[in-house]
């Protein structure tokens, strides 16, 4: 099993770019299609730990569900998360996870970083 992980949405051009990073490094992550088999809230608050980043800032603006359910609210850290949770969409991607490191792969050298 790999130690590193991408969460990721084969949909999404800057997510696809960050597996082709590692894959192009000889490194075969493992793929959590986030989409398909959404993160709990236990699991979502563990990777803004370890991305050491407030939930607003994993938060995808420029989604619809954003902009009408969302913006413009006073929103404490946990309400975020559960906007995430519910709303996988709004998480922003890829993002990769090594020994504990994570970091968003946007652009995708930011991966470099945690290899």
């Not at 563990?46 to 420029?62: A, M, W």
Request: glycine letters at 4%; one cysteine or more.
């Amino acid at each position: 099993m790999s130690e590193i992980t991408i969460y990721h949405n084969p949909r999404c051009r800057k997510s696809r770019e960050g597996l082709q990073l590692l894959q192009n490094k000889n490194i075969h992550p493992d793929i959590r299609l986030y989409l398909d088999k959404p993160l709990s809230k236990s699991e979502l608050t563990n990777l803004i730990s370890q991305l050491k980043i407030e939930p607003i800032d994993l938060v995808r603006k420029s989604e619809s569900i954003w902009k009408t359910d969302f913006k413009g609210k006073n929103l404490t850290p946990n309400q975020i998360i559960e906007a995430m949770v519910a709303h996988p969409k709004l998480i922003e991607r890829p993002i990769v996870v090594n020994n504990g490191k994570a970091v968003v792969g946007r652009p995708a050298e930011k991966i470099l970083d945690i290899l």
